[in-house]
């Protein structure tokens, strides 16, 4: 795969956002890394932290918003996205501000987003299946099977939040219209891809989970029951669409 280089960067408007939730941690380390890349716009969305985040954040060279309360990831990414799209970008990178995303793999990302503007990339992780919780591998196995049903375009790793949108897709898509609802936005919207014509790419990226990291928001049986009651929704209002599943299964 090409990465891009600097020029093919600067013909296309990239922007960063970071949704962050108590990562004083790690955010000042994972900022620093995307800095040294230059891009266009760096949006640290903050959720309502309680620890010293916002302070680190303010000190840092980014534009920070910053969410009424803790409102949950699906509504920070919403919230940065409308912000990314007013200043002009043509392609918005999300990644999450933990350490579970190398900000050194934004390029490989970027590569094929920036030859084919339809398209949307994810940094897809369940090859690496040893590097897994094991509950949530499975967890993620089962939400992939019925996200790529209801997408009807066969999707690696659907609960992946590092990832490529094409600003066209947001904006065709009306963003504020998709749910907010915690992790269901990331799902909802790889469906609202395919039905919008986009293709959806996986781009193979570690898996990492380091021992000693905060323990994740994502609720494996909760926010899985959440995006399957969506996506159950969405076949229901499609007559079940088998020919989705057809699709998927190839």
């Not at 230059?38 to 309680?50: A, R």
């Not at 503007?117 to 992939?144: E, M, T, W």
């Not at 790793?157 to 897709?169: H, I, N, T």
């Not at 992790?183 to 380091?210: C, K, Q, T």
Request: charged residues 20%; proline residues 4%; hydrophobic residues 45%.
């Amino acid at each position: 795969m090409n990465i891009p280089t600097s020029d093919s960067v600067n013909t296309v408007r990239v922007a960063v956002i970071i949704p962050v939730y108590n990562e004083s941690a790690s955010i000042a380390d994972i900022i620093e890394r995307v800095l040294q890349q230059h891009y266009d716009q760096l949006i640290v969305v903050d959720d309502g932290s309680t620890d010293d985040t916002v302070n680190i954040v303010s000190a840092m060279p980014v534009t920070l918003l910053q969410n009424d309360g803790n409102c949950g990831k699906g509504v920070s990414l919403i919230h940065g996205m409308r912000y990314a799209l007013e200043q002009g970008a043509d392609l918005i990178v999300t990644l999450d501000g933990d350490g579970q995303h190398l900000p050194e793999d934004i390029p490989r990302l970027l590569a094929p987003a920036i030859e084919n503007l339809q398209l949307l990339v994810i940094g897809s992780r369940l090859h690496d299946k040893k590097a897994f919780p094991k509950k949530r591998y499975y967890a993620n196995c089962i939400a992939n099977f019925w996200i790529s049903w209801a997408a009807g375009h066969a999707i690696g790793d659907s609960q992946s939040g590092f990832r490529v949108y094409p600003a066209s897709l947001l904006q065709q898509a009306r963003i504020k219209k998709i749910s907010g609802n915690s992790f269901v936005f990331e799902s909802e919207v790889l469906i609202e891809a395919a039905r919008h014509g986009y293709a959806i790419l996986d781009v193979p990226i570690a898996a990492i989970y380091e021992q000693h990291a905060r323990p994740s928001h994502f609720r494996p049986v909760l926010d899985i029951s959440k995006i399957v009651l969506m996506v159950a929704w969405k076949l229901f209002t499609r007559g079940m669409y088998l020919q989705g599943l057809y699709r998927a299964l190839r």
